[in-house]
Antibody
């Protein structure tokens, strides 16, 4: 059974870099022909697509976040990660990782999400 | 990229039907059949209920249906039930090879 689990620091200082990792079980990111995704949701607000990665390293990013976002994959650990630099309070959100139903399609499988708060 | 436009809230009595609209542009909803709908009860991760405009993943009740006309997609919940009370989000693939979500609609069962 496919499971995704996000892990993150919980609290990040303003201007620093936020890092969140998604650990995948029940599937292999380097044999699944799909783009694994990151989506976030600020408290009380809507969903925002951050970006996605193919196991080869091919990435797509939200243009509004592109200058600050890096998504990478570690196939040996069956993980993919998100780094967001120069964070502000506006980056406080629940960060979800997800797997699409098809190659680059709708997100069928989601992690439970991890709340990252940006505050001093 | 701009978020897709959804009404903030809709409501209906049990057994009634409600429809949520999702308006985009010719660069997203209008050009692709990669339109999805997600259901999100409070404090839970989103759940995919419609993909590719009108297809339901296995296990999703046929009370949920999707359609699209031009730059606007729609989700209809027929035979509204108390358990359908949740936030609903549309999403579309875009010409920039990215995904964009709508602002979300809160469905209230009266």
């Amino acid at each position: 059974q496919l499971q995704l689990r996000e892990s993150g620091p919980g609290l990040v200082q303003p201007s620093e870099t936020l890092s969140v990792t998604c650990t995948v079980s029940g599937d292999s990111i380097n044999s699944s022909d799909c783009y694994w995704g990151w989506i976030r949701q600020p408290p009380g607000k809507g969903l925002e697509w951050i970006g996605s990665i193919y196991y080869t390293g091919s990435t797509f990013y939200n243009p509004t976040l592109k200058s600050r976002v890096t998504i990478s994959a570690d196939t040996s650990k069956n993980q993919f990660s998100l780094k967001l630099s120069s964070v502000t309070a506006a980056d406080t959100a629940v960060y979800y990782c997800a797997r699409p139903l098809t190659r680059n399609g709708s997100y069928k499988y989601w992690g439970q999400g991890t709340l990252v708060t940006v505050s001093s | 990229q701009s978020a897709l436009t959804q009404p903030p809230s809709v409501s209906g009595s049990p057994g009634q039907s409600v429809t949520i609209s999702c308006t985009g542009t010719s660069s997203d909803v209008g050009s692709y059949n990669s339109v999805s709908w997600y259901q999100q009860p409070p404090d839970t991760a989103p759940k995919l209920i419609i993909h590719e405009v009108s297809h339901r993943p296995s296990g999703v009740p046929d009370r949920f249906s999707g359609s699209k006309s031009g730059n606007t997609a729609s989700l209809t919940i027929s035979g509204l039930q108390a358990e359908d009370e949740a936030d609903y989000y549309c999403s579309s693939y875009t010409s920039s090879t990215t995904w964009v979500f709508g602002g979300g609609t809160k469905v209230t069962v009266l």
